[in-house]
């Protein structure tokens, strides 16, 4: 009895721990910058490039906004520059030219470990809010399972929490490899913009250690450049339409779309269909109802073995 206290002990101990350092590393992330705006030394900046960016990893976009921007310090006369992410509004509002101010600590300049710079239109929350779509959700199941954690191991229900993590499982896995069209645009205007990348997803759930399901139908993620009604830079938007469901289509064509005219981040392609969603359901809810019924089968023969064990005598 002793040895399992302690066990639990260390277990709480060790659990204790993690959580205050992953909390002191979040502090420190966070706090950082805060320190560099409110400590650092301040100069005159000018925004000298912005640029918008898309990545595709395993057929989830993640879009980010980052400016530059050049200052002088005291001393020889040599530009320095900085660069930092900020959301979606602020990089719509700042155009080369435009002055900000520049927070640095001078010793650290050189140094290529620690942050040395803060622009004041700088946001560490900036990558969260660009990725909202994705990360909200995330949150969410991420609270759902600190619950059945919760049900588990303050409150001892261990056997409905176990079948509450099967069930969690199942819809986190179908949730992160599932393909999602994206979003009608709500008030459309015609445009013609300019295909900037495509990458076409052909299976479920591909990692390095494992090839995935193929799909039945694939699908293609395409990037989109235009300059929307009102304003003089170009913005990234991103569909998703069935592999081939475009003729000849390809990096660098012009393509007709239609964006909104309140969020020009949202566009659809004109040509071009969206089964692959509907396509790739079945094969989700086949492999978790595969998954669950594996898992009873797993469950209902090592209580089986359970109970034979028990019942002879000796």
Known sequence: MNRAGNRRAGFGCSSIGALMLALLAGGAIIGWPIYLETAGTRASGVITEKRESVSIEYGEWFRRFEVMASYSIPGPPVQHRAICDVDEKTYDSLHPGNAVVVHYFRTLLNQPFLPATHLSPCSNFASLSVNSRVLRPLALIFLALLAILFLYGVLRIRIAAAWLLLAWLCFTVAYLVFPRAEPDPQRPVPAIATVDGITTVDTLGETDESDGIPL?????????????????????????????????????????????????????????????????????????????????????????????RRSLPF
């Open 216 to 308: 039945q139908q694939p699908y293609q993620v395409v990037r989109l450049k235009f300059v929307p009604q009102g304003m003089d830079t170009a913005v990234t938007a991103i569909d998703k339409v069935d592999e081939d469901s475009v003729p000849g289509l390809k990096e660098g064509q012009s393509a007709s779309i239609v964006y909104d005219a309140t969020n020009p981040r949202i566009a659809r392609l004109r040509e071009g269909t969206r089964f692959f969603p509907r396509q790739a359901r079945m094969i989700v809810i086949l492999c978790c109802a595969a998954f669950a019924v594996l898992a009873l089968l797993g469950w209902a023969v090592g209580r089986f073995f359970r109970k034979v």
